[in-house]
């Protein structure tokens, strides 16, 4: 069994680049940017002298709220060498939710980019400390956000009140000794179990929660994920997956950092430059929620491109089909594992083994990450279920996060008296202790008294040779209390045929119970999506309730 290591970001940073300095480890294919090991820690040292320079110390909330930026991970290390706490920022977020991160999370410094989407960061930051555009730099004054004493554009353009990143690299680079003492003695007070990560719950279900994260949990979380998939040196994996999500920075990144290969960044997803990167750079990993891999297979130049180098890859996220793993594994040359578990978890509390078989990588999540119990217990009485039997998936061990950020009832509430953290996720375990999610608890249809699990009719539907996609949620019914209703989207050669819902519905027929086909069926080009490609089931419901209440009309 692999063993836990006791090092921080930076000392991980620091021996690759000592042992491998010429190696590379963050490329950008498509600008040809390349950084080696010794290049990268260099460049976190300056940026993190430039952080203190401005203010930033052990214990200090900086703020990222950018995509897969070049800098991004240079500020994360800068952070972790320094002890401060790096807060990842949605790019989806808008005014209030951004507001509310700020506030809550008591940020020092936020580091912001132009723009993503439709969204103007700086225009939105700017509206959120509008003593900016007055104040002098490193002096803000704010009284709604009192602990926000810095904003940092990533990039070098300048903005009135804020500093930009290639000012804190020069200040970091012509450092006096002074500033550098700072820095050391920060360094030498840093410990793997201090929080270096903070991520903020969805909240679909209320106002998002600050997940506090450690080297510890994050570090061993990652090295064993890259050790599941045989993860060496010479290894490269294709990251197009956000980082401000788990499966970027820990999945992606923290395997990278514990094994000493190369992370090919992929700015934001676009399946073309994915494609062209594996292509260029001879990748051997790729990492992806179905969507991506979708896109990636559909296209039109898809095949022209040279894939053999892959061998590996995380497929996760959401429900991934059977057909698609398969047809991955088919032209995408890989074999494709997933993990399973939430930010709270750091995020893997399973996984899949690359020594099994297909059935076991594509119908299962696999078994629990070393060092780790997982747990199905009865959400009714607390007590351990038995093989086959449904129940709350929990987790107890050294990836259980640090807590909620002042929220130390939430937190109660998510990690039971005996140290097992609650997942809400529903699953079995199977006779050769794999695990399979069946539903969340809180997504389970309740239809006149009977239990209806949407992945169950998700992966029932599948079949159908026209579904590309399906999500089933549960819509309100005045007979029965809720329905289930599914919205499909269809494969491409399916659209122009006009399928009917009346065609689902029959396949249904005889071959699942009567009340667990889905009444309604609604037709979509897609799904609202989170920042991390996550689907929002929530979201469908409103929709779904709305549209049943215009049928009823």
Same mark, same amino acid.
């Given at each position: ?21 010429? +190696? ?15 290049? #990268? +820690? ?47 920022? +949605? ?36 509206? #959120? ?35 930009? *990143? ?134 039109? #130049? ?29 032209? #995408? ?29 594509? *119908? ?13 217990? +009865? ?115 399916? *659209? ?5 819902? *009346? ?51």
């Amino acid at each position: 069994m692999p063993e836990l290591y006791e090092r921080t970001l930076g000392d991980w940073l620091e021996y690759w680049a000592s042992n491998t300095p010429h +190696n590379e480890f963050i490329v950008y294919s498509d600008r040809d940017l390349r950084f080696t090991w010794s290049q #990268m +820690n260099e460049r976190v040292d300056n940026m993190a002298r430039g952080l203190v320079s401005i203010g930033v110390e052990k214990g200090s909330h900086v703020g990222i709220w950018a995509n897969n930026v070049p800098d991004w991970l240079t500020l994360l290390f800068a952070c972790a060498k320094i002890g401060a706490v790096y807060v990842t920022v +949605n790019t989806n977020y808008k005014q209030a939710e951004l507001e509310y991160l700020c506030s809550n999370s008591d940020m020092h410094t936020l580091c912001i980019i132009n723009g993503e989407k439709d969204s103007d960061f700086v225009e939105m930051t700017y509206n #959120m400390l509008p003593e900016l555009k007055t104040c002098e730099r490193g002096r803000l004054v704010s009284k709604r956000f009192p602990y926000m004493k810095n904003v940092v554009f990533i990039g070098p353009e300048k903005y009135r009140g804020m500093y930009n *990143t290639q000012e804190l690299l020069l200040v970091g680079s012509n450092y006096s000794r002074e500033l550098n003492d700072r820095y050391e003695s920060f360094k030498k007070s840093v410990s793997c179990h201090d929080v270096v990560n903070m991520q903020y719950t969805s909240g679909t279900t209320g106002f998002p929660k600050g997940v506090m994260l450690s080297h510890y949990n994050i570090a061993n979380n990652g090295f064993l994920t890259g050790e599941h998939m045989k993860f060496a040196h010479k290894d490269k994996l294709c990251c197009c997956v956000p980082l401000f999500h788990c499966f970027g920075v820990v999945l992606a990144t923290m395997n990278v950092l514990t094994h000493g290969c190369t992370q090919v960044m992929v700015e934001r997803f676009d399946p073309l430059v994915v494609l062209a990167s594996i292509h260029k750079e001879r990748c051997t990993a790729l990492y992806g929620v179905p969507t991506m891999f979708i896109a990636e297979l559909r296209h039109p #130049m898809f095949s022209i491109f040279d894939l053999s180098s892959l061998r590996t890859g995380i497929m996760a996220g959401s429900l991934c089909p059977i057909e698609l793993m398969r047809e991955v594994e088919t032209k #995408m040359f890989m074999k494709v594992t997933s993990v399973y578990g939430l930010t709270e978890t750091s995020p893997g509390m399973t996984a899949s083994r690359l020594e099994q078989s297909f059935e076991e990588r594509c *119908t299962t999540v696999g078994y629990e990450f070393e060092h780790t119990i997982v747990k199905v217990l +009865n959400p009714d009485n607390g007590e351990e279920c038995k093989v086959g039997e449904q129940g709350e998936l929990c987790n107890k061990g050294y990836n259980t996060m640090v807590g909620y950020y002042k929220n130390p009832t939430a937190t109660a509430e998510a990690i039971d008296k005996n140290g097992f953290l609650h997942s809400g996720d529903l699953g079995v375990k199977d006779e050769n202790g794999n695990y399979r999610i069946t539903g969340r608890i809180k997504d389970m249809i309740i239809r006149g008294g009977e239990n209806i699990y949407p992945r169950e009719i998700e992966e029932f539907l599948y079949r159908h040779p026209a579904v590309k996609d399906v999500q089933v949620v549960g819509v309100p019914s005045q007979k029965y209390g809720e329905e289930a209703a599914a919205f499909i989207i269809l494969k491409e050669e399916y *659209t122009q045929k006009g399928l009917l819902d *009346t065609e689902i519905k029959d396949f249904c027929k005889g071959k699942i119970a009567r009340y667990k086909i889905p009444k309604y069926v609604f037709f979509v080009d897609s799904f609202p999506l989170t920042g991390s490609g996550k689907i929002q089931k929530f979201k469908l419901r409103e929709i779904g309730s709305k549209l049943v209440k215009e049928l009823d009309q």
